[in-house]
């Protein structure tokens, strides 16, 4: 169960980074008011996976999952450039995620 909340958490990393984004510079309300719930229950979630979970892996597959995800999404959503580099840069942070949770960070 904590590996489920740690990769829902993930993917609410991406979620406040790219209400972050939207909020430009929190002078737009609603984006602002994502932002921060996003936020709580992204760290909420990283914290009670943390509670099982060894935190160096559990940090890094957060984090990978997250950074991942705000690419992906920046490149649909705000229409940022793809380059091949970008593309194999995020192959290699997703690589680096199944790595971390085959690397034995199991509960």
């Known amino acids: 169960m904590a590996w489920i909340v740690l990769v829902l958490s993930g993917m609410l990393e991406a979620g406040w980074a790219l209400s972050l984004k939207a909020s430009d510079g ?7 008011v994502l932002f ?3 936020l709580v229950a992204s760290m909420g979630g990283l914290s009670w996976a943390l509670k099982t979970l060894p935190v160096g892996v559990a940090y890094g597959v957060w984090v990978g999952i997250g950074a991942a995800l705000t690419a992906v999404l920046a490149v649909v959503l705000f229409h940022e450039t793809v380059s091949v580099l970008k593309i194999v840069s995020l192959v290699l942070i997703v690589a680096g995620v199944v790595g971390l949770n085959l690397s034995g960070g199991h509960a």
């Not at 929190?26 to 602002?32: D, M, Q, V, Y």
């Open 26 to 32: 929190f002078t737009k309300l609603w984006p602002s």
């Open 36 to 38: 921060v719930v996003l």
